[in-house]
């Protein structure tokens, strides 16, 4: 007979804190250091403080609550983010958070026995109005003091001077940085923010590893014609070109990927851009994501070569910047079978599968076993205030999550 | 033996009419009423007076140098404009007027006998300030006065004002209409402003008619989805139909069109345009041009249903606003036949050609018989300081022009 948790204060706490910066239809606002974040932090201090566990709130800002907390022990840690996209919903991040504050209360209140202490967090930024994931990547020890002062957000106003408007020290992020051996392991439950589970109509997805991805821009030069005066086979149309490019992308993701690769054309932008000037420029932006890191770098080598070899035949020149790269993360494995071994007893339907979104468990993988739940979103929808997620699946994957901590910590 | 201009004292036009208006590196900008355009407009007039031909300025402000006019009998009339695309070439249009110009002179100088009346036009606006080919529409008596007092350039200024600040009154444009009794025939000189000529190495093209054209504003619209999560066979993205359509332009001017036949996306716009969204509606400004107007009918219905099928298998919605339709212009076939034998007994090769780009000839075709001859320009280049015919192609050009009108007026 598994744990459960309390699921009616556990949905008053998802309807109240989605209540916390919402701007009516547009949905919730509550970017790292905002009003909206800021009055979240308290009302969860305030739920922590009543629930009777130790509240600590380290250098990154990120709110931890603590049972069992003796400094010695390395705990079992669950959490995830309290921050928002501009007009995000009301699970992503929040449903982590709030079912692991659950989870620590319904095994004190039940007095659950378990061997190793249990922290639940609300991580800092991980939405990035700051670049991302700041409160996880703290706490890893990822961050630089250089790469602290420079960071701000889209209207150019600097971390530090958030921090400081709160009354806080950027300088102090640094000391989150928490020690292997102080973490036993991580979980994280979180919304899939994809289709895959509710089409298939499957309740709980165990995530097996986080998408790595590389994004770049491309560019292909040909020449500006006069769309009425050049004829067809005169042409060294850059646009002709990417299309032609983007007509490959399912070849290549099937020569050289596999289910869980994906790409795609975000945006393009042509020059001069006028309806009867043949395109001389187009800029788009690319991006590839998969499980597997020798796939990521396969995948790579094979948009590069087509992208080279449409290029020579259309006469056109070709260029591409790296924006970004991030290697994937495997989760724990022992860790994946705990989930999956319990859902089993539990007699809940799985999928292992991928995360296709980056989540501050990436990060916790560098530096613990580390494992992500997933529930369903319906029809894929997040960062909108359509997102939403079934309370019976909410409710299935909040005891799955407290059956897990009991089960590490034990 | 044929009739010839004087070529030097055309070149030393042509080269004093390139210093009117240029903003050095940039080009010539002589928009229609501007202070370039009113420049040469007025060094244009003293041309006409010093060469003691009679200068006929009409409603539309057109500048008609005139040999021989007696108000009578139907007048033989060449022209092309004065005025320039915002950093233009020295030869669009200029071409045209200057050379008329020239023909007029040499035929009264040399006082080579015709039985009709000889006019050389400077149309207003042809290049679009307010719309395009203004001059021309009001002699041929396609405007309103709706359409006079509606008619703006991008800053908002409206017809009437830029005429008023010169001391005119927009009122008298359509005044300038002409009679089809008043005109024998039309014939315009003017550079190719396409590639055909130049890579072909053929010194004159005999315009046979003027493509017309469908532009459109095709829409697609799928959904919006996270390009991490979302599986590669569970996407509506749009800007993959969109890339399938374009893929699939050769093969529908292939199968339905003819070498005349062009079509071209211009301009892309994806929404919401993040490089991690699959798109949800991508926007392009496609165009088809072709001589006949059966084929680009068929064209037009071709483009419809592959849009809808593509967009019916990708699960998309389609929409398509019809932006602009212009019907194709034949020349009148006996002007075509003359110009084509005047080159022949000069020597000249010729290739028979269609105009891809729009002239005044193609509005002056439905008041006279019309004809255009082509030079060649090198690499296609127009609308640019780069703009450039080699002087011996301008002179036979010139001269095969002086010919036409002469044989025609005979």
């Keep these: 007979m598994q744990?459960?948790?309390?699921?009616?204060?556990?949905?008053?706490?998802?309807?109240?804190?989605?209540?916390?910066?919402?701007?009516e239809d547009l949905g919730l606002y509550r970017m790292a250091f905002s009003d909206g974040d800021w009055a979240a932090r308290e009302w969860l201090k305030?739920?922590?403080?009543?629930?009777g566990l130790?509240?600590?709130?380290?250098?990154?800002?990120?709110?931890?609550?603590?049972?069992?907390?003796?400094?010695?022990?390395?705990?079992?840690?669950?959490?995830?983010?309290?921050?928002?996209?501009?007009?995000?919903?009301?699970?992503?991040?929040?449903?982590?958070?709030?079912?692991?504050?659950?989870?620590?209360?319904?095994?004190?209140?039940?007095?659950?026995?378990?061997?190793?202490?249990?922290?639940?967090?609300?991580?800092?930024?991980?939405?990035?109005?700051?670049?991302?994931?700041?409160?996880?990547?703290?706490?890893?020890?990822?961050?630089?003091?250089?790469?602290?002062?420079s960071a701000r957000d889209l209207d150019g106003i600097t971390l530090a001077a958030a921090m400081q408007e709160r009354g806080l020290d950027v300088a102090q992020v640094l000391r989150a940085n928490?020690?292997?051996?102080?973490?036993?392991?991580?979980?994280?439950?979180?919304?899939?923010?994809?289709?895959?589970?509710?089409?298939?109509?499957?309740?709980?997805?165990?995530?097996?590893?986080?998408?790595?991805?590389?994004?770049?821009?491309?560019?292909?030069?040909?020449?500006?014609?006069?769309?009425?005066?050049?004829?067809?086979?005169?042409?060294?149309?850059?646009?002709?070109?990417?299309?032609?490019?983007?007509g490959e992308i399912p070849r290549i993701l099937e020569e050289n990927g596999g289910a869980r690769s994906r790409a795609?054309?975000?945006?393009?932008?042509?020059?001069?851009?006028?309806?009867?000037?043949?395109p001389e420029r187009v800029e788009c932006a690319f991006e590839c994501r998969d499980t597997d890191e020798t796939t990521l770098a396969e995948l790579a080598r094979a948009f590069r070569r087509t992208l080279s070899s449409i290029a020579r035949r259309r006469d056109l020149m070709f260029e591409f910047e790296i924006v970004s790269e991030i290697a994937p993360v495997k989760c724990d494995s022992s860790v994946v079978q705990t989930i999956d071994e319990l859902a089993r007893e539990a007699k809940v339907d799985t999928l292992r599968m991928p995360s296709g979104a980056a989540h501050d468990t990436q990060?916790?993988?560098?530096?613990?076993?580390a494992g992500m739940i997933f529930v369903p979103s319906k029809e894929g929808r997040s960062h909108s205030p359509a997102e939403w997620t079934a309370w019976e699946d909410i409710e299935i994957g909040a005891n799955l999550l407290l059956n897990t901590l009991c089960r590490l910590a034990s």
Tied chains: 1, 2.
């Design 3 to 23: 744990a459960r948790i309390n699921f009616e204060r556990l949905r008053h706490d998802i309807e109240t804190l989605a209540t916390v910066g919402r701007q």
């Design 264 to 278: 795609t054309i975000g945006r393009v932008t042509c020059f001069p851009g006028a309806s009867n000037v043949v």
């Design 46 to 51: 305030d739920r922590i403080n009543a629930a």
């Design 363 to 369: 990060n916790m993988a560098g530096l613990t076993r």
């Design 54 to 149: 130790e509240l600590y709130v380290d250098g990154a800002v990120n709110i931890h609550a603590r049972l069992g907390w003796d400094g010695k022990r390395p705990g079992v840690m669950t959490g995830s983010h309290l921050d928002t996209v501009p007009g995000g919903g009301h699970l992503d991040g929040a449903l982590g958070v709030l079912a692991g504050l659950e989870c620590l209360r319904s095994i004190k209140e039940q007095n659950l026995r378990t061997r190793l202490p249990l922290e639940a967090v609300a991580f800092t930024d991980e939405e990035g109005r700051f670049g991302g994931m700041l409160g996880s990547l703290a706490m890893c020890g990822r961050l630089t003091p250089e790469s602290l002062h």
């Design 178 to 246: 928490r020690t292997p051996d102080s973490i036993e392991a991580f979980v994280e439950l979180h919304i899939e923010q994809g289709p895959v589970l509710d089409r298939r109509g499957i309740g709980l997805g165990v995530v097996e590893a986080i998408t790595g991805l590389f994004k770049w821009n491309v560019i292909l030069i040909g020449r500006a014609d006069h769309a009425g005066t050049t004829p067809m086979d005169m042409r060294r149309d850059a646009l002709q070109g990417l299309a032609e490019f983007s």
